[in-house]
């Protein structure tokens, strides 16, 4: 393993102003800081990655450490681009439940989401201590995993209007190309979603908008939003990307950790 250097993350100005007063800690981790090696150097996160394990297991003590909770206190999940959402009551050791978002109110817990292009949702409700987190691929966010999860944490005590959620690191419009059928499949559900989506310049093909898509769902449910607007993809050294290691015809990747906590 590696040097003990300190996991390194981005903050959300939004959720940052509520952790003086609330107990509530987070980061959007970046991909510095870690002890992994190769093409996952170095804080990856992604227990489903082909990583030696204790390096990714190191890596999440890390990150723990960096906003000051405990490995036995984190919970995470086996994510599959699905709109579930899993109610965590403390940490989680093993057999990780299969969603993409995750919600608490047991003060203690950490909880979070792994991603390399997709969007990472952080949300707190400050006053009533409910937190949520999201994985927001194209997929769950078009099924309604953001929905969801802020579903979840009203029916924990959460109020709407107080519920902060903010939108970490994520692939751009302007490195996101897709094909006729993805853009189909948006326009079919409502003709209106073309506004997501712009040309490529390769036939038949657009740029997808993931971030304003991601926005535009949480204002609509009536929550405090906010976009980092970060891009992965362009973000080589401090950001895992799929896309990128994709094009680059490489065999794996690392994922980012997002984690918010409820002291």
Same mark, same amino acid.
């Given at each position: ?13 939004? /959720? ?5 007063? #609330? ?10 800081? $870690? &002890? ?27 990150? &723990?450490? @960096? ?7 984190? @919970? ?5 681009? #699905? ?5 965590? +009551? ?24 792994? +991603? ?19 994985? @927001? ?13 802020? =579903?979840?944490?009203? @029916? ?11 939108? $970490? ?33 390769? *036939? ?5 908008? /993931?971030?304003?898509?991601?926005? *535009?769902? /949480? ?11 970060? &891009? ?17 015809? =490489?065999?794996?990747? $690392? ?5 918010? #906590?409820?002291?």
């Amino acid at each position: 393993m590696q040097d003990k250097s300190q996991a390194q993350c981005v903050k959300s100005p939004k /959720l940052k102003e509520l952790e003086h007063s #609330s107990n509530i800690s987070h980061g959007f981790f970046t991909r510095l800081g $870690g &002890c992994s090696e190769g093409i996952f150097s170095s804080l990856n996160a992604g227990l489903g990655s082909g990583d030696d394990t204790e390096s990714v297991i190191e890596n999440r003590r890390r990150i &723990c450490d @960096a906003i000051g909770t405990e490995p036995s206190n984190l @919970a995470t999940l086996y994510q599959h681009h #699905s709109a579930d959402v899993f109610v965590a +009551t403390g940490g989680i050791k093993k057999d990780r439940p299969k969603a993409d978002g995750i919600v608490t109110n047991t003060p203690g817990t950490a909880i979070g989401v792994v +991603t390399a292009d997709c969007g990472p949702v952080l949300f707190a409700d400050p006053v009533n201590k409910v937190i949520g987190a999201a994985h @927001a691929g194209w997929r769950g966010a078009f099924d309604g995993v953001l929905q969801n999860t802020i =579903e979840q944490m009203i @029916a924990l005590g959460a109020a709407r209007e107080n519920i902060t959620a903010s939108l $970490g690191p994520c692939i751009s419009q302007k490195n996101y190309e897709v094909g006729p059928e993805f853009f189909q499949r948006f326009i079919d559900k409502d003709k209106g979603l073309s506004r997501y989506f712009n040309p490529s310049e390769k *036939d038949d093909h657009y740029m997808y908008d /993931l971030n304003s898509f991601i926005q *535009d769902q /949480l204002k609509s449910a009536g929550v405090i939003a906010e976009d980092l607007a970060i &891009c992965t993809y362009e973000g080589e050294d401090e950001f895992f990307s799929y896309r990128r290691t994709t094009h680059r015809a =490489e065999q794996d990747y $690392g994922r980012q950790l997002s984690l918010i #906590s409820l002291g």
